[in-house]
């Protein structure tokens, strides 16, 4: 599929328009109910500032956790209207419904540049089921779509697909950067092409190794996973993190690197604990054999200086997952290596969503970074080379 081939906002006029926008406002809240984190909303803003400025009537949708397809205060969208209306410096008129009396009648009333934002779409069951029936009745509040969820753009539910069967649909500012940065490092990608992929587990990420085996010069492989590739080479792992039932899988996946000529590399060292808890005793361990034991918590100092080597020449990096247990102080030191190299090579750079965003906004190189992705699991599926529906079900552009 081409991406880069969809419509998006600005190939549509919708001023004087119902348009009915689906962000993720899927943000966090803290103890006292306030949003704790507002980056979500911020970045669905430019989307709907540009709507306002076209006189559009804009209708907001999103999900906000699990509610379990009934409604439930602890779940509204009302903190995020409000935060909205403070954004942008107008009123945005929350709806006490989906597709009731409420969000039918605010809608039906929008003068041109109001916004509206109804409640949480998750209110029903249907939503999740992409029920046609409840997709046409979202759908039937406005005259255009426009999808800016990334984060859910890997979910064919009613709001993210459904309705784009019954109106025209297009792409926000967000799906467009989103979509745009990273489909184009995979069609076209500035060479040396590096990916570094990390986290717990092979099994997560074994679809994006195979996909990017096919396209990247330079595969680094860190984090938990490595110790199932280490294993697989004939190394002795200690009690490190493995998937015994991945070890042929693992060795076809270096067999496969080396046919497609893909430096692969893995860690030569390691930072090794007795125990998986943030203050257990630690030592400094080689790959080829950790000791009895011990598990590997995080890649090594020398590991740290081969993947920078490999990274600071790079004229394209896609990273996702953690070198180690970032999480934990003692083994952080890996990733924030890797994350300075990355800040530091002038190479195109994409942090998949998840872990490896948090861990580089935490150590403060989110400003480096070229694009960070908004969605965890979809720029997994999407550096997989898997169809987004969310995405698929956008207009082509003619
Ligand atoms: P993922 O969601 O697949 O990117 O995995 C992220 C998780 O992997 C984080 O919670 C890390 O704590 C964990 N992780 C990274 N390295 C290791 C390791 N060496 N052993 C155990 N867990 C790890």
Known sequence: MNYLNKKTVEDIDVSGKKVLVRCDFNVPFDADGNIADPKRINEALKTIKYLVEQNAKVILCSHLGRPKGEF??????????????????QEVKMATDVIGESAKSIAASLKNGEVELIE????????TKNNPEFAKELASLAEIYVNDAFGTAHRAHASTEGVSHYLPAVGGYLINKEISVMGKALQEPKRP???????????????VIDNLIKKV????????????????????IGTSICEDEKLDLARATIANAEKNGVKFLLPVDNIAGLEYKPDTQCQMVDSHHIPDGWMGLDIGPRTTEMFADAIKDAGTV???GPMGVSEWENFAAGTIGVAKAVAE?????????????AAVEKLGFADKMTHISTGGGA?????????????????EKE
């Open 217 to 236: 010069d330079t595969l680094i492989i860190g984090g938990g996973m490595a110790y199932t590739f280490l294993k697989a080479q004939g190394y002795e």
């Open 345 to 357: 090579s002038g190479a195109i750079s994409i942090i998949g969503g998840g872990d490896s965003a």
């Open 318 to 320: 896609v990273w996702n």
């Open 193 to 207: 092409f590096v990916a570094i992929l990390g986290g717990a587990k092979v099994s997560d990420k074994i679809g």
């Open 120 to 127: 949480n779409v998750r209110f029903h069951n249907e939503e």
């Open 72 to 89: 439930n205060p602890k779940f509204s969208l009302a903190p995020v209207a409000a935060y909205l209306s403070k954004a942008l410096g």
């Open 379 to 395: 720029s997994l599926e999407f550096l997989e080379g898997l169809e987004l529906p969310g995405i698929a079900c956008l207009s």
